[in-house]
T-cell receptor, first 108, second 112 residues
Framework: AQRVTQPEKLLSVFKGAPVELKCNYS??????LFWYVQYSRQRLQLLLR??SRESIKGFTADLNKGETSFHLKKPFAQEEDSAMYYC??????????FGKGTKLTVNP | SQTIHQWPATLVQPVGSPLSLECTVE??????LYWYRQAAGRGLQLLFY??????ISSEVPQNLSASRPQDRQFILSSKKLLLSDSGFYLC???????????FGPGTRLTVT
């Protein structure tokens, strides 16, 4: 079975502090992994995907197959990073499995 | 460019009434289409998805059904709403394969 676990419902940091949003997955094959973000009053949108290996808005995420993790990191959080973040897995089918999300609050 | 629309934006319906939520996509052909329910603390739950006209896969047994009468139209329905059907419903499309899904603005459904 495919499963995505985001252990933190809420995460609060101060501006300029590093932030890490955790994501662990369960899938026996080679997964496609994504981070989606939903800012206040905006649509859910893709933030980044592991296959592209790029940094978006200062965020990076590395796929660790040994630990089955895809944690999202940013060295210096900004207030505009406050949002709901979802980790998602696509494994061998046309559907995405989402985690329950982490609400990130960056305090001034 | 591609766009995705959902309507209505908000809906208040009494228990036992029927439901029809519509999602349409513009600017692409033969998209994969998805219906999700988003609930606080429970993330996004995939309800239905479709890889082509008339092809519907149901993920969760429930009081809802989906149809795809046209290539770029996806409809979520119910014959009799339950209180537990209240929630925020999102439609999404993708070009297929391991690609990004693009989400609509959502419909807030309140069943009273």
């Amino acid at each position: 079975a495919q499963r995505v676990t985001q252990p933190e419902k809420l995460l609060s940091v101060f501006k300029g502090a590093p932030v890490e949003l955790k994501c662990n997955y369960s899938y026996s094959g080679s997964p496609e992994l994504f981070w989606y973000v939903q800012y206040s009053r905006q649509r859910l949108q893709l933030l980044l995907r592991h296959i592209s290996r790029e940094s978006i808005k200062g965020f990076t995420a590395d796929l660790n197959k040994g630990e089955t993790s895809f944690h999202l990191k940013k060295p210096f959080a900004q207030e505009e990073d406050s949002a709901m973040y979802y980790c998602a897995l696509q494994g061998g089918s046309e559907k995405l499995v989402f985690g329950k999300g982490t609400k990130l609050t960056v305090n001034p | 460019s591609q766009t995705i629309h959902q309507w209505p934006a908000t809906l208040v319906q009494p228990v036992g009434s029927p439901l029809s939520l519509e999602c349409t996509v513009e600017g692409t052909s033969n998209p994969n289409l998805y219906w999700y329910r988003q609930a606080a603390g429970r993330g996004l739950q995939l309800l239905f998805y479709s890889v082509g006209i008339g092809q519907i896969s149901s993920e969760v047994p429930q009081n809802l059904s989906a149809s795809r009468p046209q290539d770029r139209q996806f409809i979520l329905s119910s014959k009799k709403l339950l209180l537990s059907d209240s929630g925020f419903y999102l439609c999404a499309w993708s070009p297929g394969g391991p690609n990004e899904q693009y989400f609509g603005p959502g419909t807030r459904l309140t069943v009273t």
